[in-house]
């Protein structure tokens, strides 16, 4: 069984606020988007024996996740953008889940270009309410947000990640059938 994620990071507080969607099988494969420094992808990458594709956009926080990456096998960082699929994809292995923690406004559509493009099994959108839209109620924001990922697949679980992260939620995908 996957052990929990230690930690408020979004997968930690999504877990701790009654998120169960989170069970890869052993070997699935990973693409994780917004991997910043690496902290979350390091602890997929020790917990799975499958490969973590991390994908980030800053050269700074990619420096960390570099080196991050030098330790651990199956810790594949890109230094690049998103929203650009074609870039990455030559390092994307057949995919169970895509992870998504993105500060973006448009990080819905980058969400489910992602998702589209690499079918995984299931996905996970960590949405930042204010990075979309600081002056809306970040309620109806989650409401657009699982609106617009139904094109991607069935949206399981939408959870709140207050009060570790305010203003943000995790929407679940299941693609399997869609």
């Known amino acids: 069984m996957m052990q929990r994620m230690q930690g408020q990071g979004k997968l930690g507080a999504y877990q701790t606020n ?6 890869p099988e052993p070997g699935e494969n990973v693409l994780y988007l917004g991997a910043a420094e690496g902290a979350t992808a390091s602890w997929m990458c020790k917990q799975l024996d499958g490969t973590i594709v991390a994908v980030e956009k800053s050269p700074v926080a990619g420096l960390s996740l570099l080196r991050s990456a030098r330790e651990l096998d199956h810790l594949i960082p890109y230094i690049g953008d998103a929203r650009n699929t074609g870039s990455y994809a030559p390092f994307v292995p057949s995919l169970g889940f895509v992870y998504q923690d993105i500060a973006q406004r ?3 559509d980058i969400f489910v270009k992602n998702v589209e493009r690499f079918s ?7 949405v930042k309410a204010r990075s979309i839209a600081v002056e809306r109620d970040p ?3 989650f409401e657009d947000a699982r609106e617009a990922v139904e094109e991607a697949g069935r949206v ?3 959870v709140s990640l207050d009060p570790f992260h305010k203003d943000h939620a995790m929407i679940v995908v299941d693609t399997v059938g869609e």
Request: charged share 30%; hydrophobic share 45%.
């Open 106 to 108: 448009d990080q819905v």
């Open 18 to 23: 009654g998120g169960d969607a989170w069970d």
């Open 156 to 158: 399981v679980d939408v």
């Open 120 to 126: 995984p099994r299931r996905a996970f959108l960590a």
């Open 139 to 141: 309620k109806s924001v």
